[in-house]
T-cell receptor, first 113, second 111 residues
């Protein structure tokens, strides 16, 4: 059973607002990830982390930023939201190595008006 | 660079049929391969993880196989049910890289 939680599940905001999407996991996983996915489309990795104080950019360029101050917490922030940021954001985590089953949260669906 | 493909892109079958979903990858230097299910608007649910040293994994009506040398994996679903309708994705965990996902197979099981 996956113990990875995302809040909010749904968010509708106006252009220019600052938002933070929260992601927490209770499995002690060292690696955490943020993916972006438009409806019916493929997943795109936007950020990942190997552990505390480690953050890396993913394959898809994103205007968002992330932080990893605690092992269990990996929030994603958009300083000034735009309609082009409308998408679903999925958080995931796993242990590094060949037994590292990847677990996903339920996702945060963001709509920017 | 690792590339993952899935065939077919979409599949519609009557309830009760056995079916096979295919996943291919170009680089055999992988830690493991994982199959997921995604329902519309939801996150991904892990179905099966096959480590690089394993040949197959089973969970209930699901059986996944891995042939690392040929870069192929199959997901076998026995006695399909309408509740199996979803998009199925495979992903490979590569040495020195992050997970690479396939585009998915959209499955519809008709009652």
């Amino acid at each position: 059973e996956a113990d990875i939680y995302q809040t909010p599940r749904y968010l509708v905001i106006g252009t220019g607002k600052k938002i933070t999407l929260e992601c927490s996991q209770t499995m002690g996983h060292d690696k955490m990830y943020w993916y972006q996915q438009d409806p019916g489309m493929e997943l795109h990795l936007i950020h990942y982390s190997y552990g505390v104080n480690s953050t890396e950019k993913g394959d898809l360029s994103s205007e968002s930023t992330v932080s990893r101050i605690r092992t269990e917490h990996f929030p994603l922030t958009l300083e000034s939201a735009r309609p082009s940021h409308t998408s679903q954001y999925l958080c995931a985590s796993n242990f590094a190595g060949n037994t590292g089953e990847l677990f996903f949260g339920e996702g945060s669906r963001l709509t920017v008006l | 660079k690792q590339e993952v493909t899935q065939i077919p892109a979409a599949l519609s079958v009557p309830e009760g049929e056995n079916l096979v979903l295919n996943c291919s990858f170009t680089d055999s230097a992988i830690y493991n391969l994982q199959w997921f299910r995604q329902d519309p608007g939801k996150g991904l649910t892990s179905l099966l993880l096959i480590q690089s040293s394993q040949r197959e994994q089973t969970s209930g009506r699901l059986n996944a196989s891995l042939d690392k040398s040929s870069g192929r994996s199959t997901l076998y679903i026995a006695a399909s049910q309408p509740g199996d309708s979803a998009t199925y994705l495979c992903a490979v965990d590569n040495y020195g890289q992050n997970f690479v996902f396939g585009p998915g197979t959209r499955l519809s099981v008709l009652p």
